[in-house]
């Protein structure tokens, strides 16, 4: 069995996390808004602005995994810690 790539694991984690957190707050402010516009008559303009948020945090959560990558990679370099 070889040894676990943790360079690869660790920004894996690091995607998933930030995406969880970022589409949570995400939905706490769609509700917000969905609340304070009662009388319906924005409900386009915040749909399209919650699928353009929504497009945001999924990039915004590949650039954190990706400088995750990048750190851990210098760090991990062909599977031995530098120390």
Do not use: H
């Not at 957190?21 to 319906?40: K, N, V």
């Amino acid at each position: 069995m070889g040894k676990i790539n943790w360079a690869v694991i660790i920004p894996l984690g690091v995607f998933i996390m930030a995406l969880w957190l970022l589409q949570s707050a995400l939905s706490t402010l769609y509700e917000a808004a969905e609340q304070a516009c009662a009388s319906g008559s924005c409900g386009g303009k915040i749909s399209t602005a919650y699928q353009i948020l929504s497009l945001s945090t999924v990039v915004t959560a590949v650039a954190v995994a990706w400088m995750s990558y990048r750190y851990n990679a210098s760090l991990y370099k062909g599977g031995k810690k530098d120390g």
